[in-house]
């Protein structure tokens, strides 16, 4: 199983995932985007990176845990 959150972000429309440690897998899905790059729609990719993992996305996660863990307090 794929380490971390990584499954829930990637799908079909914005990539591929591999399970770690299979080499083969890794090798066909590197061959399927060399092939394929440009069936992915580049600014549905970015814009769903910007909208999970922009500078002002994780700066409002990081300061909801302070704010949990200031009310717990």
Same mark, same amino acid.
Request: glycine share 6%.
């Given at each position: 199983? =794929? /380490?971390?959150? #990584?499954? @829930?972000? *990637?799908?079909? +429309?914005?990539? #591929?995932? !591999? @399970? =770690? %440690? &299979? @080499? /083969? /897998?890794?090798?066909? /899905? !590197? +061959?399927?985007?060399?092939?394929?790059?440009? &069936?992915? &729609?580049?600014?549905? *990719?970015?814009?769903?990176?910007?909208?999970?993992?922009?500078? +002002? !996305? *994780? %700066?409002?996660?990081?300061? %909801?845990?302070?704010? +949990? *863990?200031?009310?717990?307090?």
């Amino acid at each position: 199983m =794929p /380490a971390g959150c #990584i499954a @829930e972000h *990637i799908h079909p +429309e914005l990539g #591929i995932l !591999v @399970e =770690p %440690g &299979d @080499e /083969a /897998a890794l090798q066909a /899905a !590197v +061959e399927h985007m060399l092939d394929h790059r440009t &069936d992915y &729609d580049q600014k549905v *990719i970015r814009q769903y990176a910007l909208d999970h993992f922009s500078k +002002e !996305v *994780i %700066g409002k996660q990081i300061a %909801g845990v302070y704010r +949990e *863990i200031l009310l717990k307090k």
